[in-house]
């Protein structure tokens, strides 16, 4: 076994040094472009720098290089065939009908007039442009690529022919003339090409001006932004008692600004639709066909049950409520497919959620909850009127201030409301997280009214509109994980899931897994959506990128924290990962089938590392390494190896060893090193054994490899059980005999085949020796087996009138020292 130990570190190290040369060695192969490289699959290469073709290979490359040529010319010069340009080009005039259009060039002036929620569609719309052109610019790059390739492919080759006509080489004048063809026939291919290729370019152009109104465009709203946010922070109106001496400014009609707004919002979403640059309304449209017919379906089945009782009051609020779960969803994945959606397309959502949030509100949650559900949403739909008052500054701020009034009142009864009933002594954790929300919002709301008050109405407006539609938000989260959390429960609660060998022992810790990752993304998502209606998600997320996005230099490699954290996450969804594909393997895939013995657990384990490799891989291509970035890190893994990792890897490649040779498997009695037990699991440096003492043993895999093992049940569970017995002289020994079969054949969990024997010893000094032996199949109970049998034989002998022998002594007592004398 050792030669073999020997060799696999060879190769090991052999394999470490081919692939650190080849991560620096790895260079690009010259050819044409991939549209030439289908031609040209199986012809000959052509080297990098042209050169004479050798007169013996002319006819067959010019046959090779013709065909190329003809194809090229077929392909650009045919009646049928549209150029790739023609198609960009529609593409990017559509864009710049769009970029364009004199309804989105607002000026600087215009834009600081506008509210903040048009600011906000505004700059959603020149990002959904700027996607729009990034993915065009994406398609044209590749596009390009591809006819640069195939023209300096075809230069090339033309080149080399040019070079193989003036190296003066003696050929037959009809070879002469096929170089001159070919060499012509090259050229109408590359001028053919050169067309498509400058329409291309001139496109690129386009697109990069473009981008450039684009990005101006989006500049100026995002200018109009920060300064709307600068004004938070001081007063940009007159306190609100000298708000009546204040002289009305002229403005235009609840009308007009009602069609301003809706005018943006419309055809912002108009575009949005026709682009879907992002294939997030394909993939809400297939989760509103595909949901709301299996919600209608089931709450069909579920009639019966919800009739008898057999379902809890939840689940039967959610079965029974099939059109309300389906809105539900709808607007959750409005905000999970379309998160950049027109600001329109938002709002309708939310409103569209009002009822079926108060509908699908836990049961039982709802003493605890009370009216709180009916205020929050109230003061939300209050919240969506204030667009009635956008005509007039003094009347939305006095909008505004009731609003925040009637939120502190709404706090103030509901804080009351719960003390007189009594909610603080029983509420748990989550009324102590409910009272301090309605704290913190009472306080938010609080300091908005002193805000408006004293002039700073922006900060009025925006801490208003935040607490308001982060606590309805909440409401929202809340209600679609309870529809969640109740379709999963009653999912594996059917018939058909108990034939999984898992779903009793890990159905449940698998459902509890889910639920905490969808309050995780829950959480989440609030937070996220509070952060960006306080208007302070922009900085967090600088604040955020700045420090994830500070690096270090180590060398040629660079590392962030970003890169780090990423890393380690990766990491640890390989190693879940690793050990899901394993645990469904083992139990689920592979007792199905009929595999040889220790099979299943080797390419359970075999899957768990390589999993566990390709985790390691992607986590490392995630943190930003190359592969000529590993060099240093092989190199110095093979230098450790070589040093001071030698039983490190002996014990690796013993544990690679043990899983393709398969001696023993988890739950085979082994015997090893003077150590007796159970495999418990196999690792690739060590197995664990636990003794039937209760220890549990860590053995490295090289000692399994280099000293005996022993398998107790390698091929069967069968154990051979012997005992001795002394009998006394005087006894037949056919009785004897018989008497021992008799008793062994019926001890239970003796096989019986093979049959027990007995057999006539020899004849000891005091007793004549027999000796039994019985098979049992039941490993475990070996002992136990062995003790019945020994207490059938004796009872046995004893019942018959056979004695047992013994040796006998005699015990001598030595005289007392110094006994007196007998007088």
């Excluded at 010319?73 to 150029?83: E, K, V």
């Amino acid at each position: 076994m050792r030669p073999a130990l020997r060799l696999m570190h060879v190769l090991l190290f052999t394999g470490l040094a081919l692939l650190a040369g080849a991560a620096t060695a790895q260079t690009p192969l010259p050819g044409t472009g991939s549209g030439a490289d289908a031609a040209a699959a199986a012809e000959p290469a052509t080297p990098a720098t042209p050169g004479a073709v050798d007169v013996a290979d002319i006819p067959a490359q010019a046959d090779v290089d013709q065909r190329l040529a003809e194809r090229v010319l077929a392909a650009t010069t045919s009646a049928g065939a549209a150029s790739p340009a023609t198609a960009f080009a529609e593409r990017l005039a559509a864009i710049e009908t769009a970029v364009e259009d004199p309804f989105w060039r607002f000026s600087s002036a215009e834009l600081q007039t506008l509210p903040v929620p048009r600011l906000e569609s505004l700059s959603r719309h020149w990002r959904f442009q700027a996607r729009r052109l990034a993915q065009w610019q994406a398609d044209l790059g590749r596009a390009t690529t591809r006819q640069a390739g195939d023209a300096a492919g075809l230069a090339t080759r033309r080149e080399a022919w040019e070079a193989t006509a003036a190296a003066g080489q003696e050929m037959p004048a009809a070879l002469r003339q096929r170089v001159d063809e070919v060499t012509a026939q090259l050229a109408r291919a590359e001028a053919a090409l050169s067309d498509p290729l400058a329409r291309l370019i001139a496109l690129g152009r386009r697109g990069n001006a473009v981008d450039a109104r684009i990005q101006a465009a989006h500049g100026r709203v995002i200018d109009a932004v920060g300064a709307y946010d600068a004004r938070l922070l001081r007063t940009d109106a007159v306190p609100l008692w000298r708000l009546a001496s204040t002289p009305a400014s002229p403005g235009t009609g609840p009308g007009d600004v009602i069609r301003s707004g809706l005018a943006i919002e419309s055809r912002f979403a108009t575009e949005y639709a026709q682009g879907d640059a992002g294939g997030g309304l394909r993939a809400l449209q297939t989760l509103l066909a595909c949901t709301l017919p299996l919600l209608l379906w089931l709450a069909w089945r579920s009639r019966g049950p919800i009739a008898a009782g057999q379902v809890s009051r939840t689940e039967a609020t959610v079965l029974s409520r099939p059109i309300s779960c389906w809105l539900l969803l709808v607007v959750i994945g409005v905000f999970a497919f379309q998160p950049d959606a027109p600001m329109l397309t938002h709002q309708i959502a939310l409103l569209a959620a009002v009822v079926p949030v108060l509908r699908l509100l836990p049961a039982s949650s709802r003493h605890l909850l009370g009216p709180a559900p009916y205020v929050a949403s109230g003061l939300f739909l209050l919240l969506r009127l204030g667009f009635v008052f956008l005509t007039s500054a003094a009347a939305y701020r006095l909008y505004i201030l009731a609003l925040a009034v009637l939120g502190l009142a709404a706090a103030g009864w509901l804080l009351w409301r719960a003390h007189r009933h009594g909610h603080a002594a029983h509420a748990g954790r989550l009324g102590r997280a409910l009272r301090a929300a309605v704290h913190i919002g009472a306080g938010l709301l609080a300091i908005a009214l002193v805000a408006n008050v004293l002039g700073n109405v922006s900060l009025a407006e925006t801490l208003t509109g935040g607490t308001i539609d982060s606590l309805y938000f909440a409401l929202l989260l809340g209600a679609g994980l309870t529809v969640v959390a109740t379709w999963t429960q009653l999912l594996l609660r059917r018939p058909g899931v108990s034939r999984f060998r898992l779903a009793p022992e890990h159905a449940g810790p698998a459902v509890q897994m889910v639920l905490n990752l969808l309050v995780i993304a829950a959480v989440v998502g609030w937070i996220v959506y509070t952060l960006d209606r306080f208007r302070v998600l922009s900085p967090v997320h600088a604040s955020l990128s700045a420090v994830l996005g500070y690096s270090w230099a180590l060398g040629d490699l660079r590392l962030s924290l970003g890169h780090v954290l990423l890393f380690v996450l990766t990491v640890v969804i390989a190693f879940w990962l690793a050990k899901t594909v394993r645990l469904v393997l083992d139990g689920e895939v592979l007792p199905r089938m009929a595999l040889p013995h220790g099979v299943a657990n080797s390419v359970a384990s075999l899957s768990y590392y390589a999993v566990l490799l390709l985790g390691l891989v992607g986590a490392l291509s995630a943190a930003g390494f190359k592969a000529s970035q590993l060099t240093f890190v092989l190199g110095a893994l093979g230098v450790g190896i070589g040093l001071g990792l030698q039983n490190v890897v002996n014990n690796f490649v013993s544990g690679l060893v043990l899983i393709f040779e398969r001696p023993f498997q988890p739950g085979d009695v082994v015997e090893v090193g003077g150590t007796t037990g159970r495999v418990v699991d196999i690792g690739m440096r060590a197995t664990r054994v636990s003794t039937f003492d209760g220890a549990s043993v860590v053995v490295p895999n090289g000692q399994l490899i280099s000293q005996q093992l022993v398998n107790w049940t390698l091929r069967d569970r069968s154990r051979r059980l012997e005992v001795r017995v002394g009998v006394a002289y005087g006894s037949t020994p056919g009785d004897v005999e018989a008497v021992l079969a008799e008793v062994a054949r019926a001890t239970p969990g003796v096989a019986t085949s093979p049959a027990p024997v007995v057999l006539f010893d020899g004849l000891g000094t005091v007793a004549m020796e027999f000796v039994v032996r019985a098979w049992t199949h039941e490993y475990e109970d070996a002992g136990a087996i062995r003790s019945a049998l020994v207490a059938g034989i004796y009872d046995g002998l004893l019942g018959r009138g056979i004695g047992l022998a013994h040796g006998a002594g005699t015990v001598y007592t030595p005289p007392a020292p110094d006994a007196p004398a007998p007088g």
